[in-house]
């Protein structure tokens, strides 16, 4: 499995970008995908996730009203529209395969290679 992520680049605050992710492998529209994101000196955290069929999402407290997560099935390909974005955005954003919740934490099976956001003030 593949996960080709794009769309990152320098953006001012109040900006907007959206990411997106191709996924190779077959099943893509049974399985939960979702966005990540490590800022520099920090843990990698959640940030959004979308059901198989697109009819769940999932958003972490800080991007939520902010952050769109949406699929196109037909194209193996996951996305993330973000608006009104802050400096404190700034991170390297991952696409993940099969993605779920467990106690510790949101994680996924498959990762992409990741795309930097910059968010200047």
């Known amino acids: 499995v593949q996960l080709q992520a794009s769309g990152g680049g320098l953006v001012q605050a109040g900006d907007s970008l959206r990411l997106s992710c191709v996924a190779s492998?077959?099943?893509?529209?049974?399985?939960?995908m979702g966005w990540f994101r490590q800022a520099p000196g920090k843990d990698r955290e959640f940030v959004a996730a979308?059901?198989?069929?697109?009819?769940?999402?999932e958003y972490a407290e800080p991007v939520k009203g902010r952050f769109t997560i949406s699929r196109d099935n037909a194209k193996n390909a996951v996305y993330l529209q973000m608006n009104n974005l802050k400096p404190e955005d700034t991170a390297v954003y991952y696409c993940?395969?099969?993605?779920?919740?467990?106690?510790?934490?949101?994680?996924?099976?498959?990762w992409g290679q990741g795309t930097l956001v910059t968010v200047s003030s």
């Open positions: 492998g077959r099943y893509f529209r049974t399985i939960t």
């Open positions: 979308i059901s198989g069929t697109g009819g769940s999402t």
């Open positions: 993940a395969r099969d993605v779920a919740k467990y106690s510790s934490g949101w994680t996924g099976q498959d």
